[in-house]
């Protein structure tokens, strides 16, 4: 019987353990979120724009909240060609005027990169200045563009 107790508080060890694990991963994985109202602004459905496809014809971004991580998804896509906008990935922290995003943004532009699709992937930053009614991506210079060609992306996701 004193065995099947420390064999019984062992597998309860475990168990316990392996919880706090998986909480730790769920934990790590979360938005911080800095700013209540700017997590509000962001949850939903949102236009979508890069200059380069359209500034009149959107595209559509959603950003869901999953287990406290928030996840934005979403395309623009031209009507008179091939050229795209895809993004996606998660929103790593939300703050008053900006949101750090993790994850790929694909372009397609004719006139750029030999028309091929052209990937962001990593740690980017949207940030909302002044009086506009959008986030612009932080990092515009084109990544497929040859050194010392100064094209510059504005990829926008836009308030409701």
Known sequence: MFKASWIAAGLLLAIASASARQA????????????KSAKQLLLGNHRLTLQWISWTKFGQVEITDSNGS?????????????D????????????????????TIVMQVGDT???????RQGDMTFRKTGARKYWRL????????????MTTDYVDVYLR
């Open 138 to 149: 932080k990092e515009m210079q084109n990544p497929c563009v040859p050194a010392g060609d």
């Open 24 to 35: 730790d991963t769920v934990a790590a994985q979360a938005t911080v979120v800095h700013d």
């Open 70 to 82: 928030l996840h934005m998804k979403g395309d623009q896509k031209s009507d008179v060609n091939s």
């Open 113 to 119: 990169n030999g028309g091929k699709p052209c990937a």
């Open 84 to 103: 795209y906008l895809h993004i996606d990935g998660v929103i790593t922290q939300v703050d008053a005027g900006s949101f750090a995003f993790r994850g």
